[in-house]
């Protein structure tokens, strides 16, 4: 018998697929009859089976998949049964596929105040204007009052000499730093330098009461001040331990908020320091140096809190062979999506995520096949997993990843599967990381079997390397890639669009055009070639020999 909701959920399906539209005809275009007739042809079987997954997944009747809801929770039942029919034996909990994904979800409840004192007397900021707060997961209602120091872009990074912290004692202070990181690191280290999350461990460690964010003019444009406060209230997530407590690398440091340029000024007025710095800031620096602040800052912030269960799926391959069979590799794709939001301009609100993730978690069912279908048994066991709340910051591997369904030194290798863009003829394939370990051999010579070169990143800057769920495993030190169809060619010019017009927006759907069906298929003949040699290759992948993150994280190999 099906679930009532199960029930709804596939009538839902129905009525959502009859009504695709296609995208209104232009001069000398096809009409929107021959887009559709194009969109809904028959496939080969390859590709029809990759494109069922996809149109289930990226339904309206899933709304969006996001974590905890219903909708996702029929998805996660979906793929376990997928699982189940390729051969992979259940690797969650209690002899099932789902391992349970306890989640604390928390947001601001009021905008609270945020009031700096220099002299004894008190200056009000302005929430939109000068601040947006950040919910505290570890408490319903925070005040802190406490001295101020600024500690530059907030990095600590002992190999190459830097300690921004130099000159100022943190201990039980407020410490504001700078958003982002530098250009003077590359673009996976500094993106791994630039985590707020990451800063607030560092001054946790110096024994600071809280942060706060200092906005740039580089993190303005990447996301405005306007735009923060519009959002100020969203639900955030971690996951809870099993007391109930939100699981945070800064415990006991609370993000207080971001103060935006207007803000910093009101926060130092008068200061020496932040005018030394705020001109080094305007100068591209690299090096801020910090200083203490002569100001006490009081903050006032509610948090509403509540535990959202979901789940990650998992079914594992095991190995065949007695001496490393024991070993496992771990292919990963998130499951969820952004759910239901703001509408579009026709009136959308369901932010569906075909490419994003579904097309992953259709890449990674598929995969499983190949191996049962190959009739030969990887020499290492392979965990095929769908991870939940990724985009609420990567919870659902963090989770497994601090508690795995294997014992978690078996774990040598994590292959990662998110948002293959698939509108184009890929030339070559970008594995984000492959060059700090021996995975990077293995991904070219694989690449290379299925006739597809191996490309170099094209957005250094932006860090993808630290983005996606794959950098869970890199910071239990497994070596790790993340894996796209690259950009050369017309890769380029096509992501850029996908970007600009799908990415997180309702119009990411199955029934877009542009989607080249027989490109995802060639997308997973060469994951599996990659999946299949870490599994059989004689020796597990290691760290290149003094690489930073496995240095950082004790990786096997790095020392």
């Not at 209690?94 to 979800?105: A, F, H, R, T």
């Not at 945070?248 to 710095?277: E, H, N, Q, V």
């Not at 890929?426 to 995975?439: K, V």
């Not at 017309?490 to 600009?500: P, T, V, Y």
């Amino acid at each position: 018998m099906l679930r009532p909701a199960f029930a709804l959920a596939l009538l839902s399906l129905t009525t959502a697929l009859a009504a695709q539209e296609a995208p209104p005809a232009k001069a000398g275009a096809e009409s929107a009859t021959d887009v559709n007739r194009r969109v809904n042809a028959p496939l080969p079987a390859a590709e029809a089976a990759m494109k069922a997954h996809v149109m289930f997944l990226a339904s309206d009747a899933m709304r969006g998949r996001e974590a905890g809801s219903p909708e996702y929770d029929i998805a996660a039942q979906y793929v376990a049964s997928q699982f189940y029919a390729a051969g992979l034996r259940p690797a969650g909990d209690e002899g099932g596929y789902l391992q349970k994904v306890p989640l604390l979800s928390y947001r601001v409840a009021e905008p609270g105040t945020m009031t700096v004192t220099r002299g004894g007397k008190p200056v009000n900021l302005v929430f939109g204007e000068d601040y947006v707060p950040t919910g505290n997961p570890e408490r319903a209602s925070t005040l802190i009052e406490a001295p101020v120091v600024f500690a530059g872009y907030g990095i600590v990074a002992p190999q190459y000499a830097r300690d921004d912290y130099k000159g100022i004692d943190a201990k039980g202070k407020i410490v504001a730093f700078l958003a982002g990181a530098p250009g003077q690191f590359d673009g996976e280290e500094r993106a791994h330098f630039g985590s707020n999350a990451n800063k607030a461990a560092i001054a946790a460690n110096k024994g600071a009461a809280g942060v706060i964010i200092v906005e740039t003019p580089t993190s303005a444009r990447v996301r405005s001040f306007a735009r923060q406060a519009d959002g100020y209230d969203s639900w955030r997530m971690t996951w809870a331990d099993a007391q109930g407590n939100g699981h945070l690398i800064a415990r006991g440091t609370p993000t207080l908020g971001t103060i935006s340029a207007a803000g910093a000024d009101k926060l130092f007025a008068g200061d020496k320091g932040w005018a030394l710095a705020a001109k080094a800031v305007e100068g591209g620096k690299a090096s801020v140096p910090a200083f203490a602040a002569g100001t006490t800052l009081t903050v006032a912030i509610r948090t509403e809190r509540k535990t959202v269960m979901s789940s990650n799926v998992a079914g594992i391959i095991p190995g065949s062979d007695p001496r490393i069979g024991s070993e496992v590799v771990v292919l990963s794709a998130h499951l969820d999506h952004v759910g239901v939001g703001r509408p579009d301009a026709k009136g959308d609100t369901i932010y569906n995520g075909a490419m994003d993730n579904a097309m992953g978690i259709a890449s990674l069912i598929e995969e499983a096949k190949r191996f049962r279908d190959s009739g030969k048994p990887p020499r290492r066991s392979v965990l095929f997993l769908a991870v939940t709340a990724e985009e609420k910051g990567l919870i659902g591997a963090d989770y497994f990843a601090n508690n795995p369904t294997v014992p978690k030194d078996r774990i040598v290798a994590d292959v990662n599967l998110d948002m293959p863009v698939i509108t184009y003829r890929f030339e070559d394939m970008i594995a984000f990381g492959a060059a700090r370990s021996t995975l990077g051999e293995t991904v070219a010579r694989a690449t290379a079997s299925v006739g597809v070169g191996v490309g170099q990143d094209p957005m250094p800057e932006q860090g993808f390397f630290v983005r996606s769920d794959h950098y869970r495993f890199v910071q239990q030190g497994i070596p790790s890639v993340f894996l796209w169809p690259g950009q050369a060619g017309a890769g380029g010019e096509a992501f850029k669009r996908f970007l600009a017009t799908r990415y997180h927006r309702p119009s990411d759907e199955v029934g877009n055009p542009e989607i080249l069906w027989d490109q995802g298929v060639r997308f997973i003949d060469a994951n599996y070639a990659i999946a299949r040699e870490i599994a059989d290759a004689d020796a597990r992948p290691r760290w290149k020999k003094g690489d930073f993150f496995g240095l950082l994280y004790d990786g096997y190999g790095a020392r």
